[in-house]
């Protein structure tokens, strides 16, 4: 499959300044408390430059020199640190869809829906007027399939994962790590922002409502 093909406008520094207030913000909320979480921005297609989370930095901390700069195969190119040892599952992610950032959240709902739904394979998601956040959709009617798959330590396989699960459903907009947490991604740091807050509102709303019902 062809990576990239429709123009991305990138501007550099500028959005990971931006993705750095971004993850700050999601870190107030409770969605990347410690060192949960981990974000990519993708610079340019030739030659390929992700600047992506190192691994273990609290994300209350972060800043702009905490973004490593890797090729296609995740090796280092410009920047210190480690890149996050999930750097594998953007890359997967980047390589599937058409997009120029990647989102990854640990939330306490996204982790708690992610193991309730799991023998399912994921959950159905309509009726709720937020849907209309997500890129292309346009009622409350649209029926959002969010996928989860099973939590790995084993990052090559866990890419080889995800990347078939979105050739397979290209119109999803996101998926759930069981136990682990939401990744989801846009055409911009701004869209990708927005599906962030659409999913975690949702996912949100979806476990208080299971709260209410059982405690009724």
Same mark, same amino acid.
Request: contains cysteine; hydrophobic residues 40%.
């Given at each position: ?22 993850? %700050?913000?999601?870190?107030? %909320? ?18 390929? %430059? ?27 190119? =410009? ?102 947490? @939401? ?7 701004? =869209? ?9 509102? @949702?996912? =949100?709303?979806?476990?208080? %409502? ?7």
């Amino acid at each position: 499959m062809a990576m990239f093909q429709s123009e991305i406008p990138f501007h550099g520094m500028r959005d990971i300044d931006a993705c750095v207030e971004i993850i %700050r913000s999601f870190y107030v %909320r409770g969605w990347v408390l410690g060192t949960g979480g981990n974000f990519s921005v993708l610079l340019t297609r030739k030659p390929f %430059r992700l600047a992506i989370t190192s691994s273990g930095i609290d994300k209350g901390i972060i800043a702009p020199e905490h973004f490593p700069h890797v090729d296609a195969s995740g090796n280092v190119v =410009e920047g210190t640190g480690k890149p996050t040892a999930e750097a594998g599952l953007h890359l997967a992610v980047l390589a599937a869809v058409n997009a120029g950032a990647v989102f990854h959240t640990h939330s306490v709902w996204a982790t708690l829906l992610s193991t309730i739904y799991f023998p399912s394979g994921g959950l159905h998601i309509e009726g709720y007027e937020m849907l209309k956040g997500l890129h292309g959709v346009d009622s409350h009617t649209h029926r959002e399939w969010l996928p989860i798959i099973e939590n790995s330590q084993n990052i090559p396989s866990l890419g080889d994962t995800v990347q078939k699960l979105l050739e397979e459903s290209p119109t999803v907009h996101g998926f759930l790590i069981r136990g682990h947490g @939401l990744y989801t991604w846009g055409k911009t740091i701004y =869209e990708a922002k927005q599906h962030v807050e659409i999913f975690e509102f @949702l996912l =949100e709303v979806i476990g208080r %409502r299971r709260t209410m019902l059982i405690e009724t």
